[in-house]
Structure formats: C-alpha cells, structure tokens
C-alpha cells in the first residue's frame, strides 16, 4: 500500500514538472416541483418531476480535466458528461470531449478527435425559464459553433484579431443497413454514399478594434446514405457583432442552407441584442426562418429584462412563436411569459426559481410551471 501511495506522489510530482493540470466540474439540474396542464374542455391535471414541457433533460454532471506542457505546445482536454433522462438510466453521451492540439508555431495550431470551438459562435445565448414558456434557438442560429466529432482542425492567427480555420469533421463515415440476422444494423461501408472530404468547415473570423468583429463560415455535408439524388447539402454563414457602443451588444446573423444542387435553399436570420446599464439588464433574441417551397415562414421572437436587487436579480420573460400556415391553414401563434428570482453565492454557485406560463393555443393546452434552476461549478 505505502508503494502504491508513493508511486502515485512519484506520478503527481512528475505530472507537476512536466505538465500544468487543471481537473474542474460542474453539475446542473432542472426541478419542477409542480406544474399545472389545462387542456380544452377537459380537468386540470398536476405533475411534479424533473424538466418540463420544453426541457426534457434531467440533472447534468461534468467533469473536465485539461493538461498543456511547460512551453504551451502540447495540450489535450477529456470532458466526461452523465445526464440523468427522464426515462432510463444515465446516459454518458452528449458533449464529451477528447481532444489533443499541437501549436508547432504561436500563431498555428493543430486540434483532433472530438471537441467545439466556441471562438466564433453567437454570443447572445437562451434564457432557462423560456425553455417552458415556448421553443428557443440557441445561439448557433446566429453563428454555428465549430464542431468537430472525429476529425481535426487546423486554426491559425497570423495577425491579431484574425483567425483562419478549417475542419474536416468526420475522417470515417458509416453506412448500415438491417440484413443481419435478428434485423442488427450492420456497418457494410465505411464511406457513406458521397465523399467524406466534403465533409469540412472553412471559417474566418476579423475583429476590428472598438468596432466589432465579422464572421464567415462554410460548412459542407456528407449527403444521406441511400439518397443520391441530393448532391450537395451546405451551409453558409455570415455574422457580425458590433461593439462600439459601450453597454450594447448586437449580434446579427444570416444563413442559406442549400439542400440539393438546384432548388429549394432555406435560409435564416437572427439578432441577439444584450444592453446594461447599472442594475439593469436587457436581452432580446428574434430568429427567422424561411424554408422554401416545402415549408413556411417560422418567427421566434424572446425578450428577458433583469434588475439586480440587493441580494437577488429579478428576471422577466416574453416568448411567441410564430409558424405562417400552408395553403388555406391558420397560422399558428405561440406565446408564453415568466418571472423568476436569481441568487447568485460565493464562487459559481447560484438558484434561480419563478413561474412560467405558456399560453394555451388550438395546438397546446395552458401550461404553468414552478421550474427551479441549481448550478455549482469548481
């Protein structure tokens, strides 16, 4: 036992020398202790459990572990995450990491295996409480997240405030089919139909001083197995966030997304609005999305003031949800509005809890819901 104990001193020490370790974590969790669904014509039914009519997602434990060596050359990060589903054990699955880079230059650098880069995402996010008030897009509506799950990525900044990336996110595709005995899916390809170098990311982001910062990002897709008449399924992005007005943060983004090679491209626009001053605080978000000829314009609008009390941030929120009807349909409004208080303690530690109401439509009933938000992080 004693050489066990110091072998691992032995190891600690080394890990020491050679290398800066940082071990973190967090856990977070979503309790809804009652909620209250009215459906038309019909008795009211209480519930209590763990998320809710738009948050299905149950507590969340992260540990995150991070080593780089003495000149900052060599790094590599694991993130392990285990969230407990409403049905079912926990499930380990989710945004684990397990990446390793190499900086062979200051300004050039060289990830692989599977990781996000956050450096270029829209920055104006979602706010809890309207995850049960109505649908909200996150903040890859403005700007995708560099994504990447079994590929690598070469990132360089060869002047500052520049930064140059490309990605290909998955080095081996899958195709399977059901043939196998008992109908077990088995993998008969390791290329799906197209090739999986056209499965790549090229972005640029440019950060003018005291202006703001421009982003453009290509993102390019395997086409479906088993589905050769779509022959192209990309994405193009452009964002800009502007910073020059102290207290304001706008951040404005557009998308097209080519489904096939000739027709039918979708797009999408989004503003996120952040604006302080003193104790208040206010955060907007309006989605757009237009889908062609297949589907119709969806609207998606968030509005969630706050004012910092003396010990706790008092939190409103608006949702409404807007999908335009095909041919001679209605179209089909949703709203919602909140009010919650937020304590904030000593480190990452804070609780958040309100009310929620989603507004009763000819699609869904009247929801109200008692949600508490707990997070602590080390």
Do not use: C
């Amino acid at each position: 036992m004693k050489k066990v104990i110091f072998a691992g001193l032995l190891l600690g020490a080394a890990m020491t020398l050679q290398a800066q370790v940082t071990i973190g974590g967090s856990v977070d969790m979503t309790i809804v202790p009652f909620q209250l669904v009215q459906e038309e014509d019909e008795d009211p039914t209480f519930g209590a459990g763990i998320g809710g009519v738009f948050n299905t997602g149950g507590p969340r434990i992260r540990l995150d572990a991070r080593a780089v060596n003495a000149d900052h050359r060599i790094g590599m990060r694991l993130r392990v995450q285990a969230q407990a589903p409403t049905q079912g054990g926990p499930s380990f699955g989710g945004e684990n990491f397990l990446q390793a880079w190499w900086s062979p230059l200051e300004w050039l650098r060289l990830d692989a295996g599977r990781f996000d880069d956050d450096r270029l995402r829209g920055r104006i996010g979602v706010d809890e409480m309207g995850l049960f008030t109505n649908i909200m897009f996150t903040q890859d509506a403005i700007f995708s997240r560099l994504r990447v799950r079994n590929g690598f990525m070469l990132s360089a900044t060869p002047v500052e405030g520049l930064l140059l990336a490309a990605a290909l996110r998955e080095l081996v595709t899958f195709e399977t089919d059901t043939t196998g005995p008992g109908n077990v899916n088995i993998v008969n390809n390791r290329e799906a139909s197209g090739n999986p170098w056209r499965n790549v990311t090229f972005a640029l982001g440019y950060t003018i001083p005291d202006i703001g910062a421009i982003r453009v990002q290509y993102i390019g897709d395997v086409p479906p197995a088993g589905t050769p008449g779509i022959t192209r399924n990309n994405d193009v992005e452009l964002a800009f966030a502007l910073t020059a007005i102290d207290g304001l943060l706008l951040d404005l983004g557009g998308k097209v997304h080519f489904v096939n090679a000739e027709d039918n491209p979708n797009f999408g626009a989004s503003l996120g609005v952040r604006f302080r001053t003193g104790a208040l605080e206010l955060i907007g978000r309006v989605d757009s999305q237009i889908s062609g000829n297949d589907a119709p314009l969806r609207l998606n609008a968030h509005l969630w003031p706050s004012f910092q009390m003396d010990a706790t941030r008092v939190i409103l929120n608006f949702g409404l949800d807007f999908v335009e009807g095909q041919g001679s349909d209605d179209a089909n409004i949703e709203m919602g509005a909140g009010i919650s208080l937020q304590r904030n303690f000593v480190g990452s530690t804070r609780v958040r809890g309100g009310v929620a109401f989603a507004f009763p439509t000819d699609n869904r009933p009247m929801v109200i819901t008692l949600p508490l938000f707990l997070e602590y992080s080390f």
